[in-house]
């Protein structure tokens, strides 16, 4: 079923290079999305699917999986509506590369073989360059063109610091040589000390740079402010997850290996930089888009000082992945309505946008509160438990740090938010209009996300505490 | 002492022309055509000899000097080289310096002799011919450097020894690798073969060694000829020996080898001739710094 | 056998870093790869793995890549020589400090007893860092395509050291992943050129803050 679960996508995108009709390669993406999301919940009630040595689920790689589907159904949705659009542009390219894109985020995250995860994060970059260069001008170019080579080059770190491990092994002499996850792990106190460590930063490095970590987040800004909004959101939700997910499989190897605070040091020291250089570009920026990408670089951040504080705060890490996953959705989506209705995205034109486009300005707005972290959205749930996490370790000037950040991010994209939401409504020059398909997947995020500020169901908890305690296995 | 050297000088004098008939050759086959014999550098040779001279009235003896040096400075540095696997005759420590200023002292010479007469062209040629020199000196030197540190002696005579063969196998392969690579180049510079220089070109304006001697004729001429060709053989050897440390013991045997790796770079040269393009003149230096670069990096390699 | 390789390899760094001509840049990379499959074989013998992995270096980074990028070259018609943010010289001589940089730190690296003699560390690092002078130091876009294919190249040099601990399956993966990569590449080139009519990176500068 896993097999299913990872190619069947890629049926789906045969399908739709011979499909000669619009709209049914428009739907085929729902249709692959609600499955894929239908196909992972029953996964996730069987115990602990395994595919050979080289593909499986554990706990991260189920959390990751069902935030990944849940988030690519509902840009799926989106997709239709946004298609139809687009008609100019077409779709005969968008679709495939959409499809293929799934099939390479599942690959990587059910990947045990640290081989194979690379290439599925590899292939993630590929298949997603097409996808920032659909709206074909100068500026989607530039952004492609930086975005494929910077991502390249750090994924070929990544792959540098992967084969430091496998000779790491290679010169502890004493296992055989193999990069399969669970081999490593179980041999993980006898690899050689000097190696791993390399290992380690390297693969931090250049999954760092997929995942947008400060300094390695350069081309984000470009990307998905150049993107169209669907794209964005897979980015900034799915990709950067699964991004996590490898960095996590590097610090569950360091953890084994009896070296996690090294690990997490590292984490931290990254995650804090990510908070600032963020929380410093983000004050007057004039490009909504490009805010939320500076919000993706700070919420990356915010994940990395999680993982990096460890306990409480893991746990809050992991909470926050979902949230931030799902948040970023909402706000994606409704930043490419706003700037389908405005056909612009800077702050000199966009305004007014409750009053102009009720139900995507009002979206737009309360994922600003949401991503913020303000009550009763699900982030300042998780923003919260890292912070105690952080306090309760004692780490109290750290917790002070984050706080203060927080607060400027808060100013800052407030500032842009509020702008472009409230005022009088404008005059549109274009014909959009808020349909169905195109504010039903922001709607439903918004609402989940609510959900998940007041409630926390049971199952989900648990799933929480299993991927975190998969984290904290010492040797 | 006597016998070596004779047969050292012996070997040198018959066979020198023999490469450069070798390399004609080779390019007539690669252009498809038949070419001259493969001894026409010794009819060559005998024909300018039998010819008289016509001296410019505005030389002087230096004019002379050039092509008498140029013939004799191959003989002499001849003498500090195995040919393959005969030994050096004359071996002293720190000769390896005397070998590299002898072909400075006959380069020196030669652009005189070009000065001399007074023609813009020479001067031109003997202006780029000091350059490009100056710019190889550095990579023949830093190679010398090389073998020294294997042979952890600084005359010719051990530099090209038996330890050479064991060099191949051991850790120095690399450093031996590369500076054969630039060895080869300087071979090419010093000897002005294509793709720095073109020993055929009938244009003043892109000659650089054949415009030097453009003035000179008759038995003159032959000597030049006579001493480029050895200087040719000088340089093989070089390359050949480092190539082939083949030392069998029998003088007939070792001498048999050695031809054989001297004639096999005298194709070598002819197919590098066939298959390239001349380069630009101002890309001439940077591919000189390059070997340079690459010969240092070869001493890197061996000192660490 | 496999140290000669890895020598021209060596010699192929900074026969691209200092070369002028595209053309010549291409071909001498194509040739590197082409070398690189051979390595394989060097070192581990004729196996099976050896023998397809070998076959599978040869004909993506080998044949396909360098006919991608030439053919490339030649839809966009740009100019045929590389230009440089500072001069061939100092390129090469950087070229030089950074390899002989890398023979000396693999020196104080904790190797496996038997790769303490061998080039291929060394020559993994130096040819990593040649492809990051070339991305760093080049103008044209697709030269920059040239340094990402000579860090891999070094890359995978390593890899080959390592080649028991990745399967044939995820190594075709990871050599198609390349393909697919630079063919990807040469489309966002082909519309880079017709977009700005040149290949000059120093034109995409309209995104940032």
Redesign the interface.
Known sequence: MLLFLILFPLAGAGTSLFLPWYQGRSWLLPLCGGLHLFLTCLLLNSPAPQLGP?IGLDALSRLVLIVTSLLYFGCAIYAVGYLNLRRDRGNKIIVPCLLIFLVAMTLAISAR?L??L??AV??T??SS??LI?YN????S??????Y??LC??GI?LA??GM?FI??A???S?AM????QFDSLLSGATIL?R??LHAGFVFLLVGFGTKMGLAPLHSWK??AY??APGMVGALLAGGLTSVAFLAILRAVQLMTAAGDGDMARQALLGMGLLSMAVAAI?MVRQPDIKRLLAYSSVEHMGILAIGVGIGGLATFGAMLHLVNNALTKGCLFLAAGNIQRAYDSKKLSRVHGAIATLPISGSVFLAGFLAVTGSPPFGPFMSEFTILRGIFSSGQVWIGLLVLFLLGVVFIGMGATALTATQGEPVHLETDFKDSFLLVISPITFLLIILMLGVYLPEPLQSALRDATSLLEVQP | MIGRIALQLAVLLIFAPLPLGVINKTKALFAGRIGPPVLQPYYDLGRLWRKGFVISRTTTWVFLAGPVVGLVVPLLAALLLPFGGLPAPISFTGDLILFVYLFGLSRFFTAAAALDTGSSFEGMGAAREVTFSCLAEPTLFFALLVLARGAKSLNLGSLFGSQLAGQWQGDASASLGLILVCLFVVLLVENSRIPFDDPNTHLELTMIHEVMVLDHSGPALGMVLYGASMKLMVMGALLVRIALPIQTGSILLDLLVFLAGLLTLAVLIGVVESTMARLQLPRVPQVLVGTTLISIFALVLVLR | MANLLLLLVILLNFYTLGSARLVACIRAVALQGALLALLPLATHGPTGHALLLGAGALLFKGIFIPLLLLRTIREVRIRRDVESFIGFVPTLVLGLLVTAGAFIFSDFLPLAHEHHEGLFVPTALATMFCGFLMLITRRKAITQVLGYLMLENGIFIFAVLLSAAIPLMVEAGILLDLLVGVFVMGIVLNQISREFTSLETERLTALKE
Not at chain 1, 136 to 139: K, M, Q, S, Y
């Open positions: 080289w073989h081989g194979l690379w290439m590899e292939a970059t590929i360059a097409p260069y074909r001008n100068r500026l170019i530039e952004a492609t063109w930086k494929l080579l390249s080059v070929g792959m540098l084969l496998a000779y092994a290679l010169v002499g055989s040589v193999s990069l050689s000097p190696w800004p470009d402010g150049e570009f």
